[in-house]
């Protein structure tokens, strides 16, 4: 088997602490399933903005280019201006390496209190499917009339032809490996421009898929049903902005942003796509050893998926999976088990599984 490159970025904080730990599983999965990966880390952050000037200069960038994949812990620290490092390196490499697909799973996982009560797993395995490179989020204009008591601000949403059909066509794709059903969430009855090309899009690609079947729920009415009815989602395809709103609920109803994993998916592979846990570098907690890693090596998991490893992906989400229930409560000191502890576990739980 040829090596396979990873890029690992840890950054800030709880970065390094929690990837430490994907790398661990990842190493474990490596030798129980015969892969062969190479890691490469990548110094990027705080610190090297404070020494160099440069969030990630243009010669680190055509060396991540080159990996087959990065996994990337988080950015931002209190000392640096709130934007730099989140928009100057995460948006950034989104945008750079055309990773157009940002995907977030929403599974209940054993021995993780959801604030839902009651509800089951088997209610709740969706994916959402969040537009990365255009809407709200790029170059996106706007007007202001600045000052007096009549000011206006208008601010623009970027949706295109191609970038819309390419992200409603890979959640066609992934849900003919799933349970076969594609929502589309937008506003489309208010934002009435971007939904007509939203809607018009997703029907006709549905039209090409008469296998799977389709919905379409405005984004107000997501946050209801994500909460109060999630088994009727399977793959949700949304745009940048609602898909930002709608995944830290999904995380909420999963039982907390320390699980939350995600995937920044270039679907033809013409640049390398990246994978990060949901939550940030939380400095109120760095340092201490008390950061669950779940979400980090979730994200690994994603990665392995990516890298046509299904059943070292699988390995690593049991490993979780086999670790979790273990865990008393999932913030802070009464977490239970120290991140160290955690990813040992996760490991060892790995190394011992057998062939399904
Ligand atoms: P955060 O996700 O870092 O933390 C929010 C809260 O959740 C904190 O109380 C934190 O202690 C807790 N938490 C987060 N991850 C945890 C884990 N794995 N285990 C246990 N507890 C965990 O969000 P924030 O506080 O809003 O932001 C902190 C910094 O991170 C800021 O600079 C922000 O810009 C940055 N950030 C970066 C990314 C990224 O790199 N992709 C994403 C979000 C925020
Ligand atoms: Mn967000």
New binding site residues.
């Given amino acids: 088997m040829s090596t396979q490159r990873i890029a690992l970025v840890p ?1 800030d ?2 970065g390094p602490e ?1 990837t430490a730990q994907a790398v661990k599983a990842c190493d474990a999965a490596a030798r129980r399933f015969g892969l062969d990966l190479a890691w490469e880390e990548y110094e990027l952050g705080a610190d090297y903005w404070r020494i160099t000037g440069q969030v990630v200069p243009k010669d680190v960038e055509q060396e991540l280019a080159k990996a087959d994949a990065i996994l990337f812990g ?4 209190p000392s640096v201006p ?1 934007g730099v490092l ?1 928009r100057g390196l ?1 948006i950034h490499l989104r945008t750079a390496f055309d990773q157009y697909v940002n995907l977030r799973p929403v599974k209940l996982l054993p021995g993780v209190p959801t604030p839902i009560e009651g509800l089951r797993p088997e209610q709740c395995d969706l994916v959402i499917l969040r537009e990365n490179t255009e809407g709200a989020y790029v170059g996106a204009g706007g007007f202001i009339h600045r000052g007096g008591p009549d000011e206006i601000a208008t601010q623009e949403s970027v949706n295109t032809r191609k970038g819309v059909e390419r992200l409603i066509r890979h959640g066609f794709r992934l849900a003919t490996g799933r349970r076969k059903h594609v929502t589309l969430v937008h506003k489309a009855n208010i934002l009435t421009y971007a939904g007509d090309l939203w809607q018009r899009t997703f029907e006709e690609v549905a039209a090409e898929h008469p296998d799977i079947t389709v919905d379409y729920v405005h984004v107000d009415a997501m946050c209801l049903y994500l909460v109060t009815q999630p088994e009727r989602f399977d793959v949700v395809v949304t745009d940048n902005l609602f898909g930002d709103i709608i995944t830290d609920l999904g995380a909420a109803v999963q039982g907390g ?2 699980l939350a994993a995600s995937g920044n998916l270039n679907p033809t592979c013409s640049a390398p796509s990246m994978f ?2 949901v ?7 760095a340092g201490r050893g ?4 779940a ?1 980090s090596i979730l994200s690994a998991a994603l990665m392995l998926e990516h890298l046509g490893h299904p059943e070292a992906a699988r390995g690593l989400e049991d490993g979780v999976k086999a670790v979790l229930p273990r865990l008393g409560a999932m ?2 000191p009464e ?1 239970g088990m120290s991140t160290e502890d955690f990813g040992d576990a996760v490991a060892a739980a790995i190394s011992e599984s057998r062939c399904r």
């Fill in positions: 950054g904080g709880i929690v988080a950015v931002g620290d709130p989140e995460v942003l320390g990060e846990p939550h940030g570098s939380a400095p109120d907690i008390w950061a669950n890693p979400g913030r802070g977490m």
